[in-house]
């Protein structure tokens, strides 16, 4: 119930990025782990914008750094997520993939190619990734392999997203626009084919 309450202050923090630059360096040393936090929630609760919180981990901490706190909060987070859904929350989560009409989601648990249609929603932009972390939790995927799909899908668009925040403060604007772009293409042409992707890959149940 704490969560929810305060959901609409979250979304309201991180969807100015100037905003939430602010808030993380008036943080000073614990800036880290409320970036770290903020990925963490992102993960659980869809709506807080990830772009942002990455971004904002690039702008104030570099590439490296950047990218290491925003992978911690992922898998953090993911974990919470899987764990969640394997120990206590499974037939809540089966209700709710009803209510919301995603048969598809049902579909693919019961693929032979799971893990890797599991990658694929990870790896392509429009796709329902945190949303799937919780699908996972209901299959027989073992742990282990699930956080080195959930890495090695991941961390691309995570690092394209902390390079730019990262260029951003160094004044490298051009690269920072030809990162944006490439970007916004991705997402643009996961958006587009986002049904056809579900489709298919729903329909492939071996």
Do not use: H
């Amino acid at each position: 119930m704490l969560l929810f309450k305060f959901t609409p202050k979250l979304l309201l923090m991180t969807v100015s990025l100037e905003e939430f630059n602010k808030y993380i360096l008036s943080m000073g040393k614990s800036g880290v782990f409320m970036l770290i936090l903020f990925q963490v929630l992102q993960t659980v609760i869809a709506p807080i914008p990830g772009e942002v919180i990455q971004i904002a981990g690039g702008y104030i901490y570099g590439v490296s750094l950047g990218t290491i706190y925003s992978v911690l909060g992922l898998v953090i987070g993911s974990g919470i997520a899987f764990y969640f859904t394997r120990l206590i929350g499974g037939y809540f989560i089966v209700n709710l993939i009803k209510k919301k009409k995603l048969k598809w989601m049902l579909n693919i648990m019961e693929s032979r190619k799971f893990e890797i249609i599991l990658f694929v929603i990870f790896l392509v932009p429009g796709l329902p990734k945190d949303f799937m972390i919780y699908v996972a939790g209901l299959t027989t995927l073992r742990p282990m392999k699930f956080f080195v799909i959930l890495i090695a899908s991941r961390v691309p668009c995570i690092m394209a997203s902390v390079s730019i925040g990262a260029n951003i403060n160094a004044g490298n604007y051009l690269l920072t626009i030809i990162v944006s772009v490439i970007a916004i293409i991705g997402f643009i042409i996961g958006i587009f084919y986002k049904d056809k992707i579900i489709k298919k890959l729903s329909k492939e149940n071996y």
